[in-house]
């Protein structure tokens, strides 16, 4: 595989441009408007940066890593030619569905159209395409250049061939690819989100504030990050998305989102990417302050 199609340029579509860019492929980055276009440039290029200062890539790779990247508009002529097709939109299930068909009619046969979805139906997905054994699940995970793993998510109907060669494109970006069936939430996700609910359910009833939680789960757990950071840095809209499709997959209540969850998905608090969430970013990105909820 050569040239990949990269469909939405957001957290997740720009991280996994950038590597695939670092790692010697060609890449057209594609949203809808030029101003998302401009800015996930601006982030690549600082993450870049942050590579080069923590000694990962050299000086010298920068220019190259960004001019393996089209940042672009255009749909169509992004897809005609490529071997594989990322779709990292938002966690919808109908958007997904509507650009899985439209590409699937718009591509040559032997491409591999996967999603980059964090819990939906990789056979929904699939469903009344015309060529289902190549639509497969490549969840990544964020931030993409620096967490080893894709989750490989088979449907009922991807082949074995879609499954070989996209492990072996994982492999050749450096990540650690591993298959699971498609069922809510795949392993990562059905795993993650409850505890991440728990910990905005603790908040909720004032057992902790958010400082206190984040520091039991680091400290006393050797979690890397608390569940508020990391729900922050996933972003709670697509954290609340995931909860709904396990509530609705299983069919039970024990997923239910968190209502102080809800609620900041409906103020437009949304994390890290809109600089609020249980924490604010707007002072210095690096060292976010937590935020005091009066319960
Ligand atoms: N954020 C995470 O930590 C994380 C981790 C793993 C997987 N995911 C999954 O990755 C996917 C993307 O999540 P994200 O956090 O990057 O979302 P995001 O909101 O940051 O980005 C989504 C992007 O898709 C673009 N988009 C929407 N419709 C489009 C269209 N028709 N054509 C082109 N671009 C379009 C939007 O303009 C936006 O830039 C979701 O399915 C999510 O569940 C997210």
Same mark, same amino acid.
């Given at each position: ?161 879609? +499954? !070989? %060669?996209?492990?072996? &494109? ?6 650690? *690819? $591993?298959?699971?069936? #498609?069922?809510? /939430? ?26 206190? +939680? !984040? %520091?039991?789960?680091? &400290? ?6 608390? *569940? $508020?950071?990391?729900? #922050?840095?996933? /972003? ?45 970013? #707007? ?13």
């Amino acid at each position: 595989m050569k040239q990949i199609a990269i469909v939405g340029a957001g957290t997740m579509g720009l991280g996994i441009a950038h590597i695939m860019a670092q790692y010697e492929l060609k890449v057209s980055l594609i949203d809808l408007s030029e101003e998302i276009l401009i800015e996930s440039k601006k982030i690549i290029s600082t993450n870049i940066d942050r590579q080069i200062r923590k000694g990962v890539i050299k000086d010298e790779q920068k220019k190259y890593i960004l001019s393996n990247i089209l940042f672009t508009k255009e749909l169509k002529e992004s897809v005609e030619n490529a071997d594989l097709i990322i779709e990292a939109v938002h966690e919808n299930f109908e958007l997904k569905k509507k650009i899985i068909r439209d590409l699937d009619s718009m591509c040559k046969g032997d491409v591999i159209i996967s999603s980059n979805t964090s819990s939906l139906s990789i056979s929904s997905l699939a469903d009344k395409t015309l060529y289902p054994e190549r639509i497969i699940g490549m969840h990544f995970m964020n931030p993409v250049p620096v967490m080893p793993l894709v989750e490989i998510v088979v449907g009922s109907t991807t082949s074995e061939k879609t +499954i !070989d %060669q996209t492990k072996s &494109l994982a492999t050749k970006i450096n990540k650690i *690819p $591993l298959v699971v069936k #498609d069922s809510p /939430g795949f392993v990562s996700n059905r795993i993650l989100l409850p505890m991440i609910n728990e910990a905005i359910e603790t908040l909720s009833q004032g057992v902790a504030d958010v400082y206190s +939680i !984040d %520091q039991i789960m680091k &400290l006393g757990m050797g979690h890397p990050m608390g *569940p $508020l950071r990391l729900a #922050d840095l996933i /972003g709670l809209d697509v954290c609340l998305s995931v909860l709904k499709v396990l509530e609705n997959g299983f069919g039970d209540k024990k997923y239910s989102p968190n209502q102080l969850l809800v609620r900041m998905v409906e103020k437009g608090n949304l994390g890290y990417k809109t600089k609020r969430g249980f924490y604010g970013y #707007d002072k210095d990105v690096k060292n976010p302050y937590p935020i005091k909820f009066y319960i």
